[in-house]
């Protein structure tokens, strides 16, 4: 594990902003950290950081106890919270040399930092004039001067566009194909770290409510039959006297629990030999999205 916390606490006054977290996040992984606003993820990304300290549990990361490694730790972590440190009157290109100079990494590799997040073309650009999705992209190229292992981004993508969203995912997805770096990134929106993550921890109110593989959240949500019919409610009624969980009758369908193909086909006899008309059977799964809302508010999945 890249990073692994267990009992993590962190309380702002009274209130209890982490609660007993216990992260796990796998070496080489792109680690979406998900929750809706006012959660806890930056308040958890800043104890990483050594921005806040935290009352209760522990952290190691690479391996190393964080209390007693601090340093070496942190010498290997490229991270963007909040807004990008940028100088505003100084090129791209100025930017990157400046923060070299200052960690004392070799002016050359500048160029390849510039390749790297795709702004060679615009190097020589006062920074101040880029957009908002060059400007974190120089925000993530200043992070990852010193080559470190694991990256720390807090809401890269807010307020971007599309286009800018789908860049930094791709920037990211090379990060770690092309030089295993690890990637935590915290997020509100699933949609924008479904397609990049490889595993996923969901907190709501400091707490931790799903963490995994993402392929497991997606074998979480429950599939459904949905039916359609010329009779919703004579078929819920029939369905349910023959043991089915209606979950939900529309005015032109229903649906049930899905539990099989062949329970699927059995339903579709009983309608039809009740006189029923179905006009469609179908199996339905909740997108990861709607999953998500489920899960952070406290609803049934
Ligand atoms: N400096 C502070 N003093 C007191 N409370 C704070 C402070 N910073 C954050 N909080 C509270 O801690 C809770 C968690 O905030 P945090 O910023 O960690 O959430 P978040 O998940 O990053 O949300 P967002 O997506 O809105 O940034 C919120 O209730 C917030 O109001």
Do not use: W
């Amino acid at each position: 594990m890249v990073i692994e916390t267990t009992g993590l606490t962190f309380k702002f006054g009274s209130q209890t902003v982490v609660n007993s977290l216990s992260l796990q996040v796998p070496q080489g992984s792109i680690y979406g950290f998900l929750g809706p606003n006012g959660a806890g993820k930056t308040t958890t990304i800043k104890i990483l950081l050594n921005l806040l300290q935290h009352q209760q549990g522990n952290i190691k990361i690479f391996g190393l106890d964080f209390a007693t490694n601090r340093n070496k730790i942190l010498s290997q972590i490229g991270s963007l919270i909040e807004q990008p440190a940028i100088y505003a009157h100084l090129t791209g290109r100025e930017n990157l040399i400046n923060r070299a100079l200052l960690l004392q990494v070799n002016k050359s590799k500048v160029d390849q930092i510039l390749e790297l997040v795709q702004l060679t073309h615009a190097a020589n650009k006062k920074a101040g004039n880029y957009s908002l999705g060059m400007k974190q992209r120089l925000g993530i190229g200043l992070a990852l001067l010193a080559d470190p292992k694991l990256l720390i981004l807090d809401e890269p993508t807010n307020g971007l566009d599309p286009n800018g969203i789908i860049e930094i995912r791709e920037l990211l997805k090379r990060l770690t194909r092309e030089q295993g770096t690890t990637v935590f990134i915290s997020s509100h929106l699933l949609a924008e770290v479904e397609r990049m993550a490889t595993h996923v921890g969901i907190i709501n109110k400091g707490e931790m409510l799903f963490q995994g593989e993402i392929r497991s959240l997606e074998t979480l949500s429950q599939p459904m039959l949905r039916i359609e019919t010329n009779n919703t409610v004579d078929a819920a009624n029939l369905l349910t006297r023959n043991g089915c969980l209606v979950q939900e009758v529309n005015d032109d369908h229903l649906t049930i629990a899905f539990t099989s193909k062949e329970d699927a086909g059995e339903v579709n006899a009983l309608l039809n030999s009740n006189n029923i008309l179905v006009y469609s059977i179908y199996k339905v799964q909740k997108d990861l999205e709607n999953l998500f809302l489920s899960i952070t508010q406290n609803q049934a999945v």
